[in-house]
């Protein structure tokens, strides 16, 4: 199996465990990735030259502006999005993009918004308040039927298909293009929700007429190993020109009069304020990287790391793993185990030195659909235990013998609940 850890900056940094200290192992990949040892290096380099962009006229601002506006033709390359009709804008994060597309909802023609049931809050909250339609899943994936329907009764009406490119509770993909094909069809855009797909898939938005084009994508560099506050949000050009910006302030005004603020052209107007500029180049120096490694060999890793660690869930008693059949999925894995409440599980894999994520991990929703519990219910309901799973989630530089490690730490807390002694406890 190829070994990606040398790429990683902090790889072999040991923590207290109840072993001594130990080498970290984090499964806690989708909720942040570990740097690459490329894009500290490259930070530490272009630190160097660190400058405010833009509008400085010496040497230094020029060449960071420069530095600043390729990395944005990187990005814009790595999930082939058209120049002459996409604008990369960059953003703090997911949530920022996805908050940023919300601000232009009443630009979109249509009066309604349709999300799914698997989404992270990031890509639900901001619809909540819209008119709009849940699909639901049928057998682990979005009932497409349903989909089908929704679009029919309102072909014309809809604005805007949300979805996730993969889901940060079990990795499941959903079929973003057939989904951009029925969104078209019915005069509808689609956003995708890439902060889970961006580091696991190769990502293509295609030219705008073609029915497969993604309208919006949105992702964040700390999960694609490269955290420097930066994330990316594309989306037609013309778009952003149509109203103020979703945030005013230096850098979105090209004129201003007694009566009147003319905005600069996107991507500008939607970086109001002093850019990141080294969130950029770190987000670009990442997908240099992972282009570098090659998507075939980062899938067929993954999918080995999937494989080894379902087979091992499945031999200790008890383990129900959510979205088990599942074969379309990214590294991410959500578990219980009979008996064990979920943040136990995890506080005693910490004692091993392990990272994992336990609750409802921002998708409360789809939890509860996985869980079987009712979608009215609220925390009020469950006394002091909220529900919520286990989720060990996969970076590229993880390894059999760390699938090997977190399934004997498991076993022996899933086998042994009572010895389980937690420093807090
Ligand atoms: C599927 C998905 N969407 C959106 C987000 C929000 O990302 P961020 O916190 O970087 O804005 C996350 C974070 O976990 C996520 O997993």
Redesign the pocket.
Known sequence: MADYGNLIYGYDQKVPTKFGLKRYLNLDN??STPPFKAVMKLIAAEGLYYSSIHRGAGYKSRYMTHRYEESREIVRDFVRADPDHDVVIFTK????SINKIRHYLPYLPGESVIYTRLE?H??ELPWMNEKHFIVELKKDRLDLEQLETILKRNRGKVKLLAV?G???VTGYLPPIHTLAEMAHSAGARILV?A??LAPHRPITVYPAADPRHLDFLAF?G??MYAPFGS?VLIGPKRLFSQSAPSQVGGGTVKAIDSQNVYWVDPPGVEEAGSPNVFGALAIAESCRVLNKIGWRKLIDHEQQLLEATLLGLKKIPGVTVYNESTTQRVGVISFNAAGIYHQIIAEALSEYGIGVRTGC??ARNYVKHLLGLDQTSSPTNYASQLPGMVRVSFGCYNNLSDVSNFLEALEEIVRRPNKIKLNNS
């Open positions: 989708a909720a994060n997911t949530t920022d992270h990031s890509n996730t993969a889901s940060n929700d902060a889970q964040s700390h999960k994330g991990f921002c």
